[in-house]
Nanobody
Framework: QVQLVESGGGLVQAGGSPRLSCAASGRTFTRYSMGWFRQAPGKEREFVAV????????YYADSAKGRFTISRDNAKNTVYLQMSSLKPEDTAVYYCAARNWGGNYVEKNTYHTWGQGTQVTVSS
């Protein structure tokens, strides 16, 4: 089983480019594809991006395309979310999660392990 810990959130000005990290413990990290989700106050948790276990396949939500980049370093057991051109509407708690490849990666119930989340607040 893998455990996930996110970091890198905080207060960011609009237009900023923070990078979120998700550190995984356990030797099974490389077996899983990894996703990022976010949840704004009063809203459902929504898909942001996913990356395959090899790192060569990625998918993004429309809201993230062109602004966010997901990557992973399997030697460091870490997955990243590089964000840019942030907007106030990107304010949310960001979660990383692990899943087996296949199925609908947009659906949060296909992910079996979640981190505790990191808050990103974008000021205008």
């Amino acid at each position: 089983q893998v455990q996930l810990v996110e970091s890198g959130g905080g207060l960011v000005q609009a237009g900023g480019s923070p990078r979120l990290s998700c550190a995984a413990s356990g030797r099974t990290f490389t077996r899983y594809s990894m996703g990022w989700f976010r949840q704004a106050p009063g809203k459902e948790r929504e898909f942001v991006a996913v990356i395959s276990w090899t790192g060569d396949t990625t998918y993004y939500a429309d809201s993230a395309k062109g602004r966010f980049t997901i990557s992973r370093d399997n030697a460091k057991n870490t997955v990243y979310l590089q964000m840019s051109s942030l907007k106030p509407e990107d304010t949310a708690v960001y979660y990383c999660a692990a899943r087996n490849w296949g199925g609908n990666y947009v659906e949060k119930n296909t992910y079996h392990t979640w981190g505790q989340g990191t808050q990103v607040t974008v000021s205008s």
